[in-house]
């Protein structure tokens, strides 16, 4: 396993997983799925797992659901190698659940965001723990968790880590009057083709950041970069799911830039993680050693 980790912060949810189903809920009417699965879940953490799968030491840095849901992570954070020595049980009642809907390759989200989405002590792991720890990148994992902690970029830069920070839809967000200046202090920003055009509608283009990787499904992805773009496709593949595909994608990418391999390559590792993840149920379930995708 490399020395060199990554540090995944962000919102750390307990996925209930409906698939199977042949429509969209609607008020009044029912509908049934034809399977529900439990499933830790959250960029966070899916991105975080598909870290560990490719061999590079995985932390994650959040806030735990509570009990029963909190062991269905910490189960999941076992078997998938991701470390949470520096995350924290809710001081409240919090369940931080996400419903989960997904139906022919698309998906839909019901989520219950409550309390705080890092531990109180994150600046303390940050500027005392990460020293000596092999931690060498911070990985965001939404938009609303830089908005709640705006320090977070200049206390991992302080630390020497290098940052980067996927979008997570959230209108509020990504009509923030400040996010354009936070997505440009971080190394590399991940948002999806959706999430990019309403930022643009926002007046923030493809070059807000050092860095910017726009994921495009089944189409692969385009990263911008000093005025210039490269573009990686993606291989077609049966789809299952798509829940975490963008995040699993951003460990691929994130994996293979840490090793300074060029952006051909690194949209290459990230479309053949996000192409894996559409053919599994859950974010990040039932993972196997991806070091051979290296």
């Known amino acids: 396993m490399s020395n060199t980790g990554v540090l995944s912060a962000g919102r750390i949810y307990c996925d209930l997983n409906f698939s199977g189903i042949e429509r969209m809920p609607v008020l009044g009417q029912e509908v049934f799925a034809d399977e529900l699965?439990?499933?830790?879940?959250?960029?966070?953490?899916?991105?975080?797992?598909?870290?560990?799968?490719?061999g590079?030491?995985?932390?994650?840095?959040?806030?735990?659901p509570v009990q029963p849901f909190a062991s269905i992570i910490e189960h999941e954070a076992v078997q998938r190698g991701v470390g949470l020595h520096y995350c924290?049980?809710?001081t409240q009642a919090a369940p931080q659940l996400t419903v989960a809907m997904s139906m022919a390759g698309e998906r839909a989200f019901l989520t219950s965001r409550q309390g705080a989405a890092l531990p109180d002590n994150h600046a303390d792991i940050l500027q005392s723990s990460i020293g000596g720890s092999g931690i060498r990148h911070l990985h965001i994992g939404e938009l609303s968790t830089l908005l709640e902690y705006p320090q977070l970029v200049e206390l991992a830069q302080a630390a020497g880590l290098s940052v980067s920070l996927d979008c997570a839809w959230d209108d509020a967000c990504l009509e923030h009057s400040h996010i354009g200046e936070l997505i440009a202090q971080v190394d590399i920003f991940l948002p999806n083709e959706i999430e990019m055009e309403q930022l643009r509608a926002n007046g923030i283009d493809e070059y807000c950041a050092a860095l910017t990787v726009v994921k495009q499904g089944a189409a692969g992805a385009t990263a911008h970069v000093k005025g210039r773009s490269v573009t990686g496709s993606a291989e077609p593949v049966p789809v299952v799911d798509t829940i975490g595909a963008g995040?699993?994608?951003?460990?691929?990418?994130?994996?293979?830039?840490l090793q300074k391999r060029d952006l051909v390559a690194c949209l290459s590792l990230g479309n053949a993680c996000g192409a894996l993840a559409v053919t599994r149920r859950g974010g990040a379930s039932d993972l196997p050693d991806l070091q051979y995708l290296l």
């Open 88 to 90: 924290s049980m809710p």
């Open 37 to 54: 699965s439990l499933h830790a879940g959250g960029g966070a953490f899916i991105t975080a797992a598909y870290v560990a799968a490719l």
């Open 56 to 64: 590079r030491a995985s932390v994650l840095m959040g806030t735990l």
């Open 247 to 257: 995040d699993a994608f951003n460990a691929g990418f994130i994996t293979a830039w």
